[in-house]
């Protein structure tokens, strides 16, 4: 039988940086605890599986963070000082159990079902307004989520879902197509009735190898919309490197445009082969912004897998 750590619930309470403990409950377990700032429920904390599952609820509403421990990340993905050595996946649900923002932080999903096809189909009646509220909900999370205890060897998702909740706002601003919060407010009113309508992507970039570093680290967003002016979920791929938030990254562009797919996302590709041997992370980025802009498959071994002397740089965006 693998080891399983379960927690009631777990938070400190204070104003400020410090929290309490929690109290007691009946039973011997932690009882949930609130914070000003709301609470955090931790679900499930399976060190065998790698697996860690936190609830955070304010004002009624409540978010779920779900992270999942990969193999470990190549050494030359890492810069000198970084401390995550391994590869991690993470989501954030909604209440009704709607995605809200998934990182794949490798090569591809862990979880097959996460992928945005499989996930946005149980999208049905989530009004704009109420994404809006857990896009405020999970900015107020991160911190929250930091002074959460977790065993030692689940502390890299603990730090992934905080990322994760403090990026939710960035992955759902749709202000780089030029949207403004009176665009927004055109269709706030409306639901999300059949999921998306329309996909994009966006890209960030940052040095590789090493501070300074000449060549490029690239991953990748994939946005589905639900019209031109919002965005109902987004799905990150950090191509085994470091993902959007972490340091040194930053956005770089977005594509012109969308593509019409309606609520069925264009299949996002990774390359095959050893990583480093075969390809690198913007041959993936490069095959990934091709899958959403031509709706289109490609082969994962040729192609935008060829390395390349230029594919030490971005892409870019088209």
Known sequence: MRSMTRIGALSLLLSGALLAPGCEGQDGSAGPAVAAEGSVTVQVADEAAGRLVMSYALEGRTLTFESILGPKRPADTMLPGETRDREVDVRVLDQEGNPVFTMFGGHGPIEPSWVPDQSLRVHHGVTVERRQA????????????????????LEQLRQAAAGAAAF??????????GVT???EAKVA???YQSGASQWDYAIYRGDAFFDGSPADHTAMLVRAWNSSYSILASWGYGNHGRLPWESGM??????SGFTNTGATSPTVQMCGGAFLVTHVCNNDTWLERDNIKYNTTYSTYGGHCFLGPNLYWSPGCN
């Open 250 to 255: 930053s956005y770089q562009c977005c594509m």
């Open 168 to 177: 939710v706002p960035t992955a759902l601003d749709p202000g780089d197509k």
């Open 134 to 153: 857990d896009v405020r909900l999970a900015s107020q999370a991160q911190s929250v989520l930091l002074a959460v205890t977790v065993p030692t060897a």
């Open 181 to 183: 919060e009176a665009d």
């Open 189 to 191: 009113p409306r639901l």
